[in-house]
């Protein structure tokens, strides 16, 4: 591609992603934003993307594009999880009895104080590219200003409702 061409696309993606962050501004829903995020991956790439979140200390599976369905949920959890220690921000390879071919670029999503919130996984059949990276990059940076936006609203709506010193319900 020219150096234009390039550019074109970069602005287009820096728009879509200050969309998503306006999103995030005036929606507390999580889910919408993330499948849109995992939209613009699959526009950009060529490749089919998924959000996994950790959620009651195990990774699910949030957010997908592409041919990622329910089926393979568990299969992708228990993956990424068991590799998730070492492989954020590298290439992992998946066994073949999982239905994907070749192999997935993880990108960890880490809040402020760098507490592991959860990835972005692309799937594909070679290695991500490092424009590759940079998007996944950028997407799991907006997810975790949605995820975090998200804990604070269900914390403020807590604290609304409960006494401060029982935790009891008003």
Known sequence: RSHSERLQRSEHLGRKLSELLELIARSGALEPVLRKLMVLIKRHCGRDAAILLKTNGRLELIAASGNIRAGMCSELSDLVSSNIGFA?????????????????????????????????????????IPSEWELLRRAARVASIAVQHRQIEDQIMFDAQHDPATELPN
Do not use: R, T, Y
């Open 88 to 128: 954020c921000g590298g290439n992992i390879e998946f066994p073949k009895d999982i239905p994907v071919q070749g192999c997935a670029a993880i990108v960890a999503i880490h809040e402020g104080g760098g507490k592991l919130l959860g990835c972005v996984l692309l799937l594909g059949a070679s290695a991500a």
